[in-house]
């Protein structure tokens, strides 16, 4: 069984900074996909970015330019640094780890950004 737990979340104003953490612990295949996925108020869950073991990216056009997704693979961790936050920003953000045939989520953590 995998676990994610998240941490970093919090409220912050516009044009601030976070780092949202994820760190993974259980039986873990090598080859995997870390990622980050968020959901605001009355929409649909939505990609934020993603990284695979051999580090390779991918962003939401949205953020892309303000966040960056780095990961640690001796520590299977992925973090999500944030900068210039905007109020479209607020959500719950889900780390997941992808293996083949499954997706594991953690229980997110709440991002606010107030104007």
């Known amino acids: 069984q995998v676990q994610l737990v998240e941490s970093g979340g919090g409220l912050v104003q516009a044009g601030g900074s976070l780092r949202l953490s994820c760190a993974a612990s259980g039986s873990i295949a090598s080859i995997n996909t870390m990622g980050w996925y968020r959901q605001a108020p009355g929409k649909q869950r939505e990609l934020v970015a993603r990284i695979t073991s051999g580090g390779n990216t991918n962003y939401a056009d949205s953020v892309k330019g303000r966040f960056t997704i780095s990961r640690d693979n001796a520590k299977t961790t992925v973090y999500l640094q944030m900068n210039s936050l905007k109020p479209e920003d607020t959500a719950v953000y889900y780390c997941?780890?992808?293996?083949?045939?499954?997706?594991?989520w953690g229980q997110g953590t709440q991002v606010t950004v107030s104007a």
């Open positions: 997941t780890l992808a293996v083949i045939a499954r997706t594991y």
